[in-house]
């Protein structure tokens, strides 16, 4: 077997170190997209990539690709991406680690002086996390056609700042035209975001495919009216109707806990939210997951009487605002073996796995993009948090996965 290659871990250390400094929150980061922050932390992403003479181009969303040329630029290249926006309360790694990887990708290559047939590229999409727009990846989404971005730039942030001024602002509305290009593949490597990988004492998730995840908007309409001498017997309170249905939800979420099934609230909007007035109108997310399609529809169903049982109950209407889904679209069986042949020449602690969380890979999936993904452990499975550590030495190899995985798919013969 050839010697496989290896990353600069120091270097990709202090790449990470550097990224930390920009944006820091306690003992992490908070650097919202299309803040002051995420201009910072994208300006020196750039100034990265010209440094090793890689072509930067920015898209009309914001996405930033970086680019080290192929020896045959009509190839399509091998990509890998992810992001460098956080959540309020985020870590060092969300997202980070597969795009500063990914650049320590490039720097590898230069180091060991290898050519590779088709181009490599580092994308760094916007705002995945949606902690600012309400939004979430929206850079890859955008890119894919998935919504419009004449409807994205529209999107507000709390203080009513528009997207698109702000990306207009920090200078990454870019020229680049959106859904154009063409990937040989597409390979996101994340932290794994769970304790799995970090309490089995493995090193690498093979990510092979994903959960099925569905997620929707229910309307919850009732009645304003005073607090007070309105009787409990003829209230239409819109919140209470929330109320019931967000304790239903939890509860499927447990009946389906032992096979890994999910269930959440995480967002509702109250109108008009004031202290002595019955609401109205309560706009509530809700969120569930599975491994298999059968036991998903199962749940679906528990949820729509859950959401009939609530609005009785309240009296109370209801109707669904938004519907999306995600994960569906598997992982590419050819990237997925080119994996499993190089992982047991790096560790031998690793296994396959599906993801459970949205990442932009799955966008590209979507888009029909050969795309595969690489989880690295994070310690306690904290992320979302500004407490997200990792073990360094547990790090590299899948660092160094991702590394041989590009190289091999960049040099295979044409088609
Ligand atoms: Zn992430």
Redesign the pocket.
């Known amino acids: 077997m050839a010697e496989l290659l290896k990353v600069d871990a120091d270097r990709l250390w202090s790449t990470l170190a550097a990224s930390a400094k920009i944006g820091t929150h306690k003992t992490g980061l908070r650097r919202l997209a299309l803040s002051d922050e995420d201009k910072a932390m994208r300006d020196q992403f750039v100034a990265w990539a010209r440094q090793s003479d890689y072509a930067v181009k920015v898209d009309k969303i914001g996405n930033i690709y970086v680019r080290r040329e192929g020896s045959d630029p009509s190839l399509p290249p091998v990509v890998m991406g ?2 460098l926006d956080t959540t309020i309360e985020g870590g060092r790694f ?2 980070i680690l597969g795009v500063l990887g990914g650049l320590e990708v490039l720097r590898s290559l230069d180091d060991a002086g290898i050519e590779t047939k088709r181009a490599i590229e580092v994308i760094d999409f916007t705002d ?1 996390e949606g902690s600012r727009f309400s939004m979430s990846m929206v850079g890859s989404l955008t890119y894919t056609g998935a919504t419009e971005l004449e409807d994205v730039y529209e999107l507000t942030d709390k203080d009513g700042k528009k997207l698109g001024d702000e990306l207009e602002r920090i200078g990454y509305k870019g020229d680049e035209p959106l859904g154009e290009r063409t990937f040989d593949a597409f390979i996101e490597l ?1 932290i794994e975001q769970a304790p799995e990988l970090d309490e089995e004492n493995l090193d690498i998730g093979l990510i092979v495919g994903s959960y099925n995840i569905r997620g929707y908007r229910v309307m919850f309409e009732g009645e304003t009216a005073h607090i007070g001498p309105t009787p409990m017997d003829r209230r239409h309170n819109a919140l209470t109707g929330a109320g019931y249905m967000i304790g239903k939800v939890n509860d499927i979420g447990l009946k389906y806990a032992a096979t890994n099934g999910k269930t959440t609230c995480a967002k509702i909007d109250v109108w008009p939210n004031i202290y002595g007035i019955l609401p109205s109108e309560v706009e509530l997310t809700i969120d569930y997951r599975h491994a298999d399609m059968e036991t998903l529809a199962q749940m679906k169903a528990e949820l729509d009487a859950a959401l009939v049982e609530s609005c009785t109950r309240a009296q109370v209407t209801s109707r669904i605002t938004k519907t999306w889904k995600f994960g569906d679209d598997g992982f590419d069986p050819e990237l997925c073996d080119m994996m499993r042949a190089i992982v047991p020449g790096i560790t031998e602690r690793h296994k396959e796995m599906l993801g459970q969380a949205g ?1 932009d890979a799955y966008s590209m999936a979507s888009f029909g993009v050969p795309t595969v993904m690489i989880f690295t452990p994070c310690i306690d499975g904290i992320t979302h948090n500004t407490a997200e550590d990792v073990d360094w030495e547990r790090t590299i190899p899948g660092l160094n996965l991702m590394l041989n995985l590009v190289e091999q798919r960049a040099n295979r013969p044409a088609p």
């Open positions: 992810s992001h969300d997202g995945e994340h990442h």
